[in-house]
């Protein structure tokens, strides 16, 4: 009898884990509790035209994502960002390009012009002298990003380089982001190389392409990147169901297999994947595998409030801003954490704004981000004036509602998790007692909480969880 896979959760990392089951032979149930598939990979109507309303590119540095892309069909449709803009961060001390050859704003080279443009001359010659501390300094076991970084590279670039990406692209605070689970390569370099400017210098390998530029995207949105597995799996006799949520778990008869409760039905599989979020996962487990349970770490969700604005704006033509910028925590004047520039940064969607509004004399989409941790999310009464406001300052450049095309408010409430100390040490607690499972209850737990941060990180997960598979 040909064995049964239940996957919990139909967002990346489930959807690739049931593919990988199917493909080793098995029948594929997949169930989601939203309305729709790919989690926070996804697409909205806006201005005549769909725009990604989640994650809008992936990393290129590993190419597990374009060699996931390629394999779908889906190859011609990738694109790359424009060249040559970079990005820009934005504090109290102005707006800068954003150094090129950094990694987590961490410079390959503190002493370059475009570091000194953001650190001034005492913060640069204070992040030069890291190279000369000490291996030990900062780096007890759980040490946060605020932890390693202000102690090895000083204050300046703690607050003006890397804070603005632990709080945007992350949706963490440094003081509680555990280090080595915001960057695995920097924590390794530095025990190793004993220096993070080292370290950096040798992982970007002299290259002097901002972090911003170095992604692909799926045209028109990422959103077709879930579609497309959905697709193959659907045409595999894999069965997706969608509002359909997991409510209890046991293990199967004689201890085999397991059962599954959703709604009024149970459901056995011989094999269970659990791609749902660790919250979840937990509370499924602690009746069965109570021990499991409470191996999984705690790692909060950081609600987190989108706006979309796609403007008729013709001085946003020079693309003042690059593709975007990042701001850092406390900067006077702006609420917002990051915008992107998405007209700028992706060819693309600028000629499918031109083409649904022709008239228009320069149509572009701009979406910024809410929501730091321990920060209130501003309010969805009056926030695209506040989007407005945070944009014009960020851009340099005065924007007015008569010239809004179109707007979107998007919500993602569990989509960022938090990885606080100590979180990479119960990570490999964890993976030790999954390694430990008996062979006749085979169970995965998958998704960004083990992962990372970003599609190229689950990825690469399941690529490794691929490779490992027996043949």
């Not at 770490?297 to 950081?302: D, I, K, V």
């Not at 809004?404 to 960022?416: E, H, P």
């Amino acid at each position: 009898m040909t064995e049964r896979t239940l996957v919990v959760g139909g967002g990346l990392a489930g959807l690739l884990a049931a593919r990988r089951h199917q493909r080793a032979g098995r029948r594929v149930v997949l169930l989601e509790s939203a309305d729709h598939l790919g989690g926070a990979i996804a697409e909205i109507p806006l201005a005549g035209i769909s725009v990604s309303s989640g994650a809008e590119a992936y990393s290129i540095g590993a190419g597990a994502v374009d060699a996931l892309v390629a394999e779908l069909g889906l190859a011609e449709r990738i694109v790359a960002p424009r060249e040559g803009l970079g990005s820009r961060v934005v504090s109290d001390a102005g707006v800068h390009r954003a150094p090129a050859g950094a990694l987590l704003g961490i410079p390959g080279r503190p002493l370059a012009a475009d570091v000194r443009a953001v650190l001034g001359i005492v913060g640069a010659l204070r992040a030069a002298l890291e190279p000369l501390l000490p291996r030990r300094v900062g780096t007890r076991p759980g040490a946060t990003v605020a932890e390693v970084v202000g102690r090895r590279l000083g204050p300046r670039v703690l607050e003006r380089l890397v804070a603005p990406i632990v709080g945007g692209v992350h949706s963490a605070d440094p003081a509680t982001l555990e280090f080595a689970a915001a960057s695995a390569p920097l924590a390794r370099g530095l025990a190793e190389h004993g220096s993070l400017v080292r370290t950096v210098r040798r992982l970007r390998r002299g290259s002097t392409a901002s972090a911003g530029t170095r992604v692909h995207a799926v045209a028109p949105t990422m959103a077709a990147l879930p579609d497309a597995l959905a697709q193959e799996l659907l045409a595999g006799g894999a069965i997706l169901r969608t509002a359909a949520e997991a409510t209890g778990l046991s293990r199967g008869e004689g201890g085999t297999g397991w059962l599954l409760a959703a709604g009024d039905e149970e459901l056995a599989a011989d094999h269970l994947v659990l791609a749902c979020s660790p919250d979840t996962a937990r509370d499924l487990l602690r009746g069965a595998e109570p021990q499991l349970a409470a191996g999984i770490p705690q790692a909060p969700s950081a609600a987190v409030r989108l706006v979309a604005l796609a403007l008729d704006a013709p001085a946003l033509d020079a693309f003042p801003s690059g593709t975007g910028a990042l701001v850092a925590p406390g900067t006077t004047g702006i609420r917002a954490k990051a915008l992107t520039h998405v007209s700028a940064k992706w060819e693309h969607v600028q000629q499918a704004l031109r083409a649904a509004h022709p008239s228009a004399r320069g149509p572009h989409l701009v979406r910024l981000s809410y929501g730091r941790p321990g920060e209130e999310l501003p309010a969805t009464e009056g926030l695209t004036d506040l989007a407005l406001a945070d944009a014009s300052r960020i851009l340099g450049t005065a924007l007015h509602r008569d010239q809004v095309l179109g707007s979107a408010v998007i919500d993602w409430d569990r989509a960022m998790r938090q990885a606080l100390p100590g979180h990479r040490a119960a990570l490999d607690a964890l993976t030790a007692l999954l390694a430990a499972q008996p062979p006749e209850r085979p169970l995965e737990l998958v998704g960004s909480w083990r992962a990372g941060t970003g599609i190229d990180a689950i990825v690469r997960a399941e690529t490794t969880l691929l490779e490992g598979s027996p043949s």
